[in-house]
Structures are given as structure tokens and as C-alpha cells.
């Protein structure tokens, strides 16, 4: 148990589907990501939020739409996906890298299958 | 082209050996270098961190090893465990919160 926690953890929906994932840290962080790891790949940095701000933004496709909220919970919306958006998705906070702390914690992921 | 690189995608040791998980980097701007373990159905969990003001780490059975000109660091694990038996990732920071992975190494450890 890392204190992020993902919901839900498995997930299979279609092409014209709008699905969110949850994700939710109790470690006191203001720094929250989103991941995606396809088979066989590196861990790719999707979004960064600091302090509720969204501070990167590596070229996502705009069918995946972020939410902070809060520096508790991050949302990630989906829609319209495409089968190759089939992957696990990881959510992960850590204190602000400007107080000098690196370490990022993962949630357990959500496994998306697009069909 | 990427930054991060882990050449190995296996390794294999014998229990109560040493286990040497190799990781390389392009990028001289890169100054914090971590190692994350990962099982199956979890998410990764950090392991031990090394900046590049040092040479060396250590953490109980693990241990960073950093060379800074050669742009390599390796993570040491000795005696390896069965419960070691995950995939090791190594990922690399340039201060701005922005972690760069590489591919990942699945260490096997048999009894």
C-alpha cells in the first residue's frame, strides 16, 4: 500500500465510450501524474499537476482530458479512445520537486482495454 | 530517441548471489537518478535514489552505484532474494519533476 489509490483497476470500453479514471493520494503531496505504460515500453509521462496547476502536458491526444481538482484527486476523462490507447494507466504524487524531493509514488494502475 | 536506456530486458541469478541491473543515460542535465521495482498488477515502488553529487548509495541490500562520466549507473542487490523476482526500472530527473524512465529489466531469482 503506497497511499494512491486507483479506481477502477480494470476497465474495458469502446470506441465511443466516456469512462474517467480516479485517482486519489493520502501522502500529502501537491505534485500528481499521469502515466501510461503500453507492453514493452517505458513508463511515458502524460500529464504533471503542481499545486493543482497542470504544468505538462506531453502531446497527449485530446481524447485523454485531465482533472485536479484538488491536490488530493486526479481524473483522467476518456473519450473516443482508439484499440492502441489499450495500456495500464498510472497515477503517482510527490511533494514538489522545488523543495527538492524526486520520489515519485505509483498507484496500482488501471488496466484499459479499448475494443 | 530515448534518453533512458536499460539494454538488459532479463537477467537471471541464483539465490545468494549478486544481482547487477545495468541502466544508461544521454542526457548530461539529468542530476537525480532513482531505481523502482515492479510486480505484477502493482504500480512501481521506489526502491533508492541517488544524486549526482555521489558516487555511491546504500540501502540495506541495495546499492545505487553512480559513474557520472560514463553517464551509468547500476543498482547492486546482494544476497539476492526470491522475493527480489520483479522488473527493475531506473528513471532519471533534471530537477524539474519530470521523471524519464527507462525500459525496464525483469531480475529472476532462483532458489
Known amino acids: 500500500e503506497t497511499g494512491v489509490t486507483q479506481t477502477p483497476r480494470h476497465l474495458v470500453m469502446g470506441m465511443t465510450n466516456k469512462k474517467s479514471l480516479k485517482c486519489e493520494q493520502h501522502?500529502?503531496?501537491?505534485?500528481m501524474y499521469w502515466y501510461k505504460q503500453s507492453a514493452k515500453k517505458p513508463l511515458e509521462l502524460m500529464f504533471v499537476y503542481s499545486l493543482e496547476e497542470r504544468v505538462e502536458n506531453n502531446s497527449v491526444p485530446s481524447r485523454f482530458s485531465p482533472e485536479c481538482p484538488n491536490s488530493s484527486h486526479l481524473f483522467l476523462h476518456l473519450h473516443t479512445l482508439q484499440p492502441e490507447d489499450s495500456a495500464l494507466y498510472l497515477c503517482a504524487s510527490s511533494q514538489s520537486w522545488d523543495r527538492g524531493s524526486y520520489e515519485q509514488y505509483f498507484g496500482p494502475g488501471t488496466r484499459l482495454t479499448v475494443t | 530517441d530515448q534518453q533512458v536506456k536499460q539494454n538488459s530486458p532479463s537477467l537471471s541469478v541464483q539465490e545468494g548471489r549478486i544481482s547487477i541491473l545495468n541502466c544508461d543515460y544521454t542526457n548530461s542535465m539529468f542530476d537525480y537518478f532513482l531505481w523502482y521495482k515492479k510486480y505484477p498488477a502493482e504500480g512501481p515502488t521506489f526502491l533508492i535514489s541517488?544524486?549526482?553529487?555521489?558516487d555511491k548509495n546504500e540501502d540495506g541490500r541495495f546499492t545505487v552505484f553512480l559513474n557520472k562520466s560514463a553517464k551509468h549507473l547500476s543498482l547492486h542487490i546482494v544476497p539476492s532474494q526470491p522475493g527480489d523476482s520483479a522488473v527493475y526500472f531506473c528513471?532519471?530527473?533534471?530537477?524539474?519533476?519530470?521523471?524519464?524512465f527507462g525500459q525496464g529489466t525483469e531480475l529472476s531469482v532462483k532458489p
Open positions: 541517488i544524486s549526482s553529487i555521489k
Open positions: 501522502l500529502g503531496h501537491n505534485a
Open positions: 528513471a532519471a530527473s533534471d530537477r524539474g519533476g519530470k521523471l524519464i
